[in-house]
């Protein structure tokens, strides 16, 4: 039904979309691309729960933090965990964006990603923060599909596609035809086990315990889930557990490949299982037209040569992998009414509106 309130509303307001990410957010405007990409995190005071920073600026105050200030992430594996701080951070981000824009009325429809492992309970949680930050419609869509769209794949014809989309706290892998998901498999296990587990290798080897953000630079910088024609090292920074004063240790490529080979193999095995409930039809498909690798995962030297290597099949990095799933959701927007079919449940048979 014409609604003329929302009508006038959204010739002050914009259509975004959201992929709301254990790590990172990113928001896409329609018509306008990629306009803001902040960690997920909040710096709140401990008693008051009043919030001192929020995105880059309260990341750069993990670890770092005193005693009255916490900095924390409100996502874990993709899905709310604070639901409060989850909704603060919506409401900074969307108004952020309407600042950059010189807008002064935020109500804009949004479209969130979330990851396909969902339960009802959690979608229902993203859907409400979404509305109680501001959006005067809010759809979900879940993340492979947004990541399928941003991509550029072809999800509504009759040709099969396989995307995985390894982010912060999930992998996800799905098959696509027809504009739905015909076969997923959804992992807690992503960019932060990675991270984790480089940690860890540190402390065993090493008696060496470095924050996250190190692991996080070493990940990135010389991380590998595949032989490299030249290994790389780098200086691992921390504290010596025996002495308890400052020390540093070089690391080879070939030591963090060993320290995340765990996660990489979970993940490899994830995708394999896919392709294994994937109907033949579709494996044919795949077989031809490859599989696509997205998230902030996919950045990690030689993963596409492991994957394609297990699979047999062609692996390929999607340009920008990063912000994919935001792009597809802000594509969405776009063409709503040829899209529909796209997106969750809930707002396909009309639940959620």
């Known amino acids: 039904m014409f609604n003329p309130l929302n009508a006038l509303l959204g010739l002050f307001s914009l259509d975004i979309g959201i992929d709301l990410g254990t790590a990172n957010t990113l928001v896409s405007v329609r018509g306008k691309g990629i306009v803001l990409n902040e960690p997920s995190v909040v710096a709140i005071e401990a008693k008051s729960k009043k919030v001192v920073a929020i995105g880059l600026e309260a990341k750069q105050m993990v670890g770092r933090t005193p005693a009255n200030i916490v900095a924390v992430r409100p996502l874990r594996d993709g899905v709310i965990s604070d639901f409060e701080t989850t909704e603060k951070l919506l409401v900074y981000f969307i108004r952020r ?19 396909s492992g ?10 409400e923060a979404s509305l109680s930050a501001g959006a005067r419609e809010a759809y979900l869509i879940e993340e492979p599909m947004a990541a399928a769209i941003g991509a550029g794949l072809p999800v509504t014809d009759s040709v099969g596609n396989m995307v995985v989309d390894i982010g912060g706290g999930t992998t996800e892998v799905a098959v696509i035809a027809l504009g739905g998901i015909v076969v997923s498999r959804s992992i807690r296990v992503a960019g932060d086990e990675l991270d984790e587990e480089i940690i860890r290798y540190a402390r065993e080897k090493y008696n060496l315990l470095v924050g996250e953000r190190m692991a996080e630079k070493a990940k990135m910088a010389i991380g590998s889930a595949y032989p490299l024609e030249q290994e790389q090292t ?14 540093s240790v070089e690391v080879s490529s070939v030591e963090i490949r ?25 494996v044919a498909d795949l077989m031809e037209h490859g599989i696509a690798l997205v998230g902030g995962g996919a950045l990690v030297q030689g993963l596409a040569q492991r994957l394609s290597e297990e699979t ?6 999607a340009d920008e992998p990063l912000t994919c799933v935001a792009k597809g959701a802000g594509r969405v927007l776009g063409e709503l009414d040829a899209l529909r079919k796209v997106l969750s449940a809930a707002h396909r048979d009309g639940r959620w509106g």
């Open 312 to 317: 047999r099949m062609k692996v390929t990095v």
């Open 97 to 115: 964006v309407h600042q950059q824009m010189m807008l002064s009325l935020p109500r804009p429809r949004v479209v969130v990603g979330i990851p």
């Open 118 to 127: 969902c339960t009802e309970v959690e979608k229902r949680a993203v859907y």
């Open 234 to 247: 780098m200086l691992l920074r921390g504290r010596n557990l025996l002495t308890g004063l400052p020390q």
């Open 258 to 282: 060993e320290a995340i080979s765990g996660p990489i193999h979970i993940i490899t095995e994830a995708v394999r299982n896919t392709l294994d409930e994937t109907p033949p039809e579709l």
